[in-house]
């Protein structure tokens, strides 16, 4: 167990629709990355928050938005879904900003978009 | 963009063998990471290399890092079934944006 937790675990879901992936991360963990897993685009990195703020934006498509609240919990928003979302969502968290440590992934969101 | 190309994808071996995956990366970068996933499962951070000429090992893998040759290799010794696995590799690079790239992972088998 990482220690990083991803809700849910699955979602299925129709063309056109918007959807919330949740992230918790690591006790003491301030950045929070999200990735994306299908099989035809392979790992992306889509985008990364340190302590509340964007760090970096990867291959994150302007239908997609993240932040990272507060309380350091993160959300994916996925909107206007196509067939071509559909994917694992992963999100990791570090201690730093840099990626200089070592990340520590969640479980993952499953997305069928159909 | 940077690319990040892993070989072989598919990787077969005998338990007890040794073999290594090999990373190449299109351009300068400043960290180098390995991770290893299992089916159906999430990612496993396992080594993060900073700078040219690191190794690091931890029980049968060794990764190392040539930042001239934008080369890493992760070195499997004497294979066991547990290590049985998808292996990526990712560069990252520092500047107007931190960028962070993937390789196309490596399907391990390793065969009793």
């Known amino acids: 167990d990482s220690g990083v937790t991803q809700t849910p675990k699955h979602l299925i879901t129709a063309t056109g629709q918007r959807v919330t992936l949740r992230c918790s991360p690591r006790?003491?963990?301030?950045?929070v990355y999200w990735y994306q897993q299908s099989l035809d685009q392979g790992l992306q990195f889509l985008i990364q928050?340190?302590?509340?703020?964007?760090?970096a934006k990867g291959n994150i498509l302007e239908r997609f938005s993240a932040q990272q609240f507060p309380d350091l919990h993160s959300e994916l928003n996925l909107s206007s879904l196509e067939l071509g979302d559909s994917a694992l969502y992963f999100c990791a968290s570090s201690e730093g900003d840099l990626y200089q440590e070592t990340q520590y992934f969640g479980p993952g969101t499953r997305l069928l978009v159909l | 963009e940077l690319k990040v190309e892993q070989n072989p994808l598919f990787l077969s071996m005998q338990e007890g063998k040794n073999y290594t995956i090999y990373c190449n990366y299109s351009?300068?970068?400043?960290?180098l990471y390995w991770y290893r996933q299992d089916p159906g499962k999430s990612l496993e951070s396992l080594f993060v290399l900073l700078s040219n000429g690191a190794v690091k090992q931890e029980g049968r893998l060794m990764a190392s890092l040539d930042t001239k040759a934008r080369l890493s290799t992760l070195h499997i010794t004497a294979a066991v079934h547990d290590l049985s696995a998808t292996y990526f590799c990712a560069v990252a690079r520092f500047g107007t944006g931190n960028q962070f790239y993937f390789g196309t992972g490596t399907s391990l088998t390793v065969i009793p």
């Open positions: 928050y340190y302590n509340g703020e964007e760090r």
């Open positions: 351009t300068t970068s400043d960290r």
């Open positions: 006790s003491g963990d301030l950045s």
